[in-house]
């Protein structure tokens, strides 16, 4: 099979910054709290009317600045907080960028549905010949309790997303798993966001690393050879204990939750994007991605990074 690799990114963050002053009091925690405990100083917030797939439909055209939207055979959505039950939200992105034909579904794996979705445009790229277009996109705001400090200082909303083509590098591979005896650990409970923030980071803590070291070891490689590791970022203290107990604090962390805190199933597809832009990814690095979330669910890709320009 031809190697199947990203050939672009974007993503669309929200106007309005939410700074920890403005949540702090109603969660019953001081913004230094906050820093020290998720290492989050500031996150962005849908304005009034402004929906999932407006963010979706933002980072899907950025993604597509240069491209042909009718080279598109596939558009694939992440999202656990879609406007409505249908039309799925990838048939708005669709008919936003014009892709005429494309085929349009969404999936929701929770904080992993960014990298589910990549496995997926993988395959399908490489049976249709065309591009596929993965777009990941979440509206938290809307369905946090600001009184629950576990949950209420941690998100933020945002999109994200990737074109997946022919490239002479791209992904070695994907880990995909899910573990649903832990289906309660992070849920929906009467309109509102709820997590159990412990027992979650025993699960990714316990769970996580050896899927990450499962996908390294197979695809021929260790984790001493990762160059960039690109996490959900759900907590900065979380993220950075991964990292070490993954074995990877040689790799270059990239983090963009200080600024956006954690945007759910975009939170991968941002961060991706951040490091892309700012010039963290060098031609040739082995990029490793890691969603974990809802599900429980764990999704993680390598991939050996080449210069966008060059895979056009």
């Known amino acids: 099979m031809r190697a199947m690799g990203i050939l672009a990114t974007g993503s669309y963050l929200p106007k309005e910054e939410v700074g920890n002053e403005e949540l702090a009091a109603g969660a019953g925690v001081t913004p230094e709290w906050i820093v020290r405990k998720t290492r989050i100083s500031t996150r962005r917030f849908a304005a009034s009317g402004e929906t999932t797939a407006d963010l979706a439909v933002r980072a899907a055209q950025q993604a597509m600045e240069g491209l042909d939207p009718g080279d598109l055979g596939h558009v694939i959505v992440s999202t656990s907080t879609a406007d409505t039950p249908q039309p799925p939200v990838s048939a708005l992105v669709q008919h936003a960028i014009s892709a005429p034909g494309a085929a349009c579904f969404d999936v929701n794996a929770v904080c992993s549905g960014f990298v589910y979705g990549l496995a997926l445009a993988r395959e399908l790229a490489a049976e249709s010949g065309r591009l596929a277009l993965v777009v990941a996109a979440d509206v938290y705001s809307r369905i946090l309790d600001f009184s629950d400090r576990r949950t209420a200082v941690l998100f933020g909303d945002g999109a994200g997303a990737a074109v997946v083509g022919p490239a002479a590098a791209g992904f070695l591979g994907f880990e995909l798993t899910s573990d649903g005896s832990g289906h309660g650990l992070i849920r929906v409970e009467d309109g509102l966001f709820r997590m159990e923030g412990r027992r979650v980071r025993d699960f990714v803590l316990e769970k996580v690393p050896p899927a990450l070291g499962a996908l390294v070891a197979r695809t021929g490689h260790d984790m001493g050879d990762v160059d960039v590791f690109i996490p959900h970022q759900a907590n900065g203290v979380l993220v950075a204990e991964l990292a070490e107990r993954a074995g990877l604090a040689g790799a270059r ?17 941002v961060t991706l994007d951040d490091a892309h832009r700012s010039g963290v990814l060098k031609q040739g690095d082995l990029v490793l991605l890691a969603g974990f979330g809802g599900g429980m669910s764990i999704g993680a890709g390598l991939l050996r990074w080449a210069a966008p320009e060059e895979k056009r």
């Open 253 to 269: 962390l990239h983090r963009t939750l200080e600024r956006y805190g954690n945007v759910g199933s975009a939170s991968v597809a």
